[in-house]
């Protein structure tokens, strides 16, 4: 996320029940706590109010160390809630305790691949939601913190990226040199840029600044019912004015003009939703370059995609005059 910025969580949210509500202090506390009966000793999860081995009423809750091994597992590439976009691809599990009772969870810090089933794992508490900590698992051998504190931007680790080219000094090039300027035109999308989150809060305060205060935007309990995207979505002006916060990776400079112009779009999409809640990233390649009466003029494809998003959500042809 980008300075400044508080994160403000859009998913659904487990209720606690009087029965449960014990193993949810527990998470919150940052301990893992099951029932065992006290007349046959079987271990139970999900809370119940019997044993479902030997029916007795006499349960008591223990705590436990919350590790285990990585009974099974899915890679889900389609948000279960449009909530979750932001989160793709999610690995889903089913994690065995050492008690032996099972649990539905989602693994963190283990990349896309990296999962085997039978590995050992180990608790990590998500504190982020702010109303409850939830229960997640990570490689009991890796170096994942115990606890994603409520500031953390993500749940999934992303694969490292190459930071070569925003270490490395940058390419002086001569605007007018047209031969080096069309050396940077390529079919290849540049590294990602830094993530910033699109609150429900920034799509109010540009909902009233442009006048577009339509319902799928701005009315979350409406949108929840009525919108075929489950939530509010950020206006697709919005998105692409959000462009501005994020630093795009580049390893060239353009030098020797007097005035750079935005001379506007060539074309502009909105392809797909970013619903709210979510956090965007961008890349870039340069398109075209050619001269012209007045300059040089250099066109620049900027797609911004929901982090974890194969489609982007904008596709603008930002045309660039160099003078």
Not at 15 to 30: C, E, M, N, V
Not at 286 to 294: D, G, I, L, S
Request: hydrophobic letters at 40%.
């Amino acid at each position: 996320m980008s300075e400044n910025q508080t994160h403000v969580w859009n998913k659904p949210l487990p209720q606690p029940t009087p029965i449960s509500q014990p193993f949810w202090d527990g998470l919150k506390a940052h301990r893992v706590r099951l029932q065992q009966c006290d007349d046959c000793g079987h271990w139970i999860f999900f809370p119940r109010a019997h044993c479902p081995q030997c029916a007795s009423q006499a349960l008591t809750w223990r705590d436990v160390s919350g590790q285990g091994t990585l009974y099974t597992y899915t890679v889900a590439r389609v948000p279960t809630l449009p909530e979750f976009t932001d989160e793709m691809p999610q690995q889903l599990a089913v994690v065995e305790f050492d008690e032996g009772p099972h649990i539905n969870t989602t693994l963190v810090g283990i990349a896309p691949g990296e999962a085997r089933i039978g590995m050992r794992v180990r608790p990590v508490f998500d504190t982020r939601p702010g109303a409850v900590t939830l229960l997640r698992f990570t490689d009991a051998a890796g170096a994942h913190p115990d606890v994603i504190e409520g500031d953390a931007p993500a749940v999934v680790e992303a694969p490292a990226q190459d930071t070569t080219a925003a270490t490395a000094p940058r390419r002086q090039i001569l605007y007018t040199d047209l031969d080096a300027m069309r050396s940077l035109v390529s079919s290849e999308f540049s590294g990602w840029s830094n993530e910033f989150q699109v609150t429900q809060a920034i799509i109010d305060a540009f909902a009233a600044l442009s006048g577009d205060d339509y319902w799928i935007h701005t009315d979350p309990v409406r949108a929840k019912a009525e919108s075929p995207f489950g939530t509010t979505i950020a206006h697709g002006a919005l998105v692409q004015v959000l462009m501005s916060r994020l630093q795009l990776p580049l390893d060239y400079e353009i030098t020797g003009f007097n005035n750079m112009l935005n001379y506007g779009s060539d074309r502009i999409r909105f392809a797909s939703p970013v619903p709210s809640g979510c956090r965007i990233h961008a890349r870039h390649r340069v398109k075209a370059v050619e001269a012209v009466k007045r300059g040089v003029q250099m066109t620049l494809e900027i797609n911004i995609h929901v982090v974890g998003q194969d489609r982007p959500s904008v596709v603008n042809d930002l045309v660039i005059l160099y003078m």
